[in-house]
């Protein structure tokens, strides 16, 4: 198994939808994020959860929904979303929200908005 | 404002000949500096970071970097690129101000021609 597993890979919903995004880590860390990667643009970093305490919301819109049951999960529930959400999204994880430096990512689930 | 330009978005260097990718940054005090590679279809993975001592520094698949603080520059290097080397690299920062979130650069393209 690899370090951070992301499902579904690929994820095409209208904008009616409601969908989730699952993220697993193995790696024993107590960090974990949401990232939105956008063409040629820096990653923009979602949210962060420490020890399943949210840390971090950088102002993202309530269609966007987190949810961290424990250290190992984390999932990111999706409704009403837009075209302009279209994108990969990332998920991380690292020993804690202090050592963010280091990040391991998954390969990403990439969702289309139609 | 804190930022990470990466100035070039594609750099394309024939294989054997050495490389640059280029970063420069804009933090309020000590930064600590990363360069993340991303192969296509995957997620990020870590290759090297700058948090103190020596300027240069090395990282995986033969990978340097070297921190210039009075041009506020961490350029990443390798004195003999491979094919396999080509992806997309990132580089990012954190600084006192950014609350050990990365601050992240829009990236870079590296294609290794044969």
């Known amino acids: 198994e690899t370090g951070v597993t992301q499902t579904p890979r690929h994820l095409v919903m209208g904008m009616t939808n409601k969908k989730s995004l699952k993220c697993e880590q193995h790696?024993?860390?107590?960090?974990m994020y949401w990232y939105k990667q956008s063409a040629k643009k820096p990653l923009e970093l979602m949210f962060v959860?420490?020890?399943?305490?949210?840390?971090e919301n950088n102002s993202v819109p309530s269609r966007f929904s987190p949810e961290c049951p424990n250290s190992s999960h984390l999932f990111l529930h999706l409704h009403t979303l837009q075209p302009e959400d279209s994108a990969l999204y990332l998920c991380?994880?690292?020993?804690?929200?202090?050592?963010?430096?280091?990040?391991?990512f998954g390969e990403g689930s990439r969702l289309t908005v139609l | 404002a804190q930022s990470v330009a990466q100035p070039e978005d594609q750099v394309n260097v024939a294989e054997g000949n050495p490389l640059t990718v280029k970063c420069t940054y804009s933090?309020?005090?000590?930064?600590?500096l990363f360069w993340y590679v991303q192969y296509p279809n995957r997620g990020l993975q870590f290759l090297l970071k700058?948090?103190?001592?020596d300027n240069l520094v090395k990282g995986s698949y033969g990978f340097e970097a070297e921190f210039n603080k009075s041009q506020t520059s961490f350029h990443l290097k390798k004195p003999s690129a491979l094919v396999s080397d080509s992806a997309l690299y990132f580089c990012?920062?954190?600084?006192?101000?950014?609350?050990?979130?990365?601050?992240w650069g829009a990236g870079t393209k590296l294609i290794i021609k044969p």
């Open positions: 933090v309020s005090g000590n930064p600590y």
């Open positions: 700058y948090i103190t001592g």
């Open positions: 959860y420490n020890f399943k305490e949210q840390t």
């Open positions: 991380a994880s690292s020993q804690d929200w202090t050592t963010t430096g280091e990040l391991f």
């Open positions: 790696l024993g860390h107590n960090a």
């Open positions: 990012a920062v954190i600084s006192m101000d950014s609350n050990y979130q990365l601050i």
